[in-house]
């Protein structure tokens, strides 16, 4: 049997070699971009009041980044995660404020890039046209005249901003911004209760087009929580049911359902909403919708959650 000697590396080698590791090294343990002072903050919401109009809207990139709320000039912010197209359907033009030198923000789909400047503190200010809203009709807007029915009979009477059901407060079927999903979510609150009953929204005669989007999800609390079961969601457009989703009892999601009400559209017709949980305990369910004149991109990920072998965006199913 032949032995053989490996050759051994020359100084000039090892001493590349520890070179590469120091620097390799000194880059991982080095801070990265400082996050801007409250005083470039302060500087960047000027910037934007010198040209905002009451339909924009301000997005921090990345939206963990909280603080840099204090930027927008007292427009609305957006903070969720991922990029919400049908939040963005509200507006007209959104404003996106970047840290950290990071030039990584998502742009919403259909959107034109109207200007970009850089600003102190490692803030990349854009601004973007949106495309216009697909919405004709937003639930949230309409909840004062829909009519909410406990229990197959027990009517809610709509009084300071809530359907109150004339028992506990939390049963009160009303508006409010809650975490849903990982975002804050501005919606309207639904407790199925009691247990194994029906809670029925009904949405009186609104005008359909292509299709509505509802999205349910469990707010933060009740997600958490271990007691509690699965929330199923019925959709009945003129007293047909066309949808259903359960809730699982843990489910982190904004889920969307998509009913395509293409032959029905410019006709008038109730759509009624139906909740209901085995055990109502801490669900506390968040609930938004929109009449929509096109498909948007959730009603691609709804499609695609009805398909057992198709692969859904993550997150949305």
């Known amino acids: ?13 090892l001493a590349g070699l520890v070179c590469v590791s120091a620097w390799s090294l000194s880059a991982a343990l080095s801070p990265g971009p400082a996050a801007p002072s409250p005083a470039e903050w302060d500087a960047a919401g000027a910037r934007i009041a010198g040209e905002a109009q009451p339909t924009d809207v301000v997005r921090i990139h990345p939206p963990w980044l909280r603080e840099g709320g204090r930027a927008a000039a007292g427009l609305t912010v957006d903070f969720s995660l991922p990029l919400d197209p049908m939040a963005l359907t509200a507006f007209r033009r959104l404003w996106v404020l970047t840290a950290f030198e990071r030039t990584d923000a998502p742009a919403p789909p259909g959107a034109a890039l109207e200007l970009e400047e850089a600003l102190a503190g490692g803030l990349l200010l854009q601004r973007f046209a949106l495309p216009p809203s697909p919405v004709t009709v937003r639930l949230t807007e309409v909840l004062p005249k829909a009519k909410v029915v406990r229990d197959g009979g027990r009517s809610c009477r709509y009084v300071d901003g809530r359907h109150a059901c004339a028992g506990k407060p939390w049963e009160d079927v009303r508006l409010d911004t809650r975490e849903v999903g990982g975002s804050p979510r501005s919606c309207f609150l639904v407790h199925p209760y009691p247990s194994g009953k029906v809670t029925t929204i009904t ?4 005008r359909l087009e292509a299709g509505v989007l509802i999205r349910s999800g469990f707010v933060l609390e009740s997600a958490k929580h271990e007691r509690g079961g699965a929330t199923t969601v019925t959709v009945r457009v ?9 809730i ?21 017709a109730d759509l009624v909403l139906e909740i209901s949980s085995p055990d109502e305990a801490f669900r506390d369910l968040c609930i ?3 009449v929509v004149t096109r498909p948007v991109p959730e009603a691609e990920d709804a499609r695609r959650c009805k398909q057992p072998s198709a692969s859904p965006t993550p997150g949305r199913c």
Not at 238 to 246: D, F, I, N, S, Y
């Open 1 to 13: 049997m032949t032995t053989r000697t490996l050759a051994q590396p020359g100084p000039w080698l």
């Open 288 to 290: 938004d919708g929109f």
């Open 248 to 268: 699982r009892p843990q489910a982190w999601d904004f889920e969307p359902l998509y009913v395509d009400t293409t032959a029905l559209r410019g006709q008038a």
């Open 203 to 206: 949405f009186p005669a609104l």
């Open 238 to 246: 003129g007293g047909e049911a066309r949808g259903t989703q359960v």
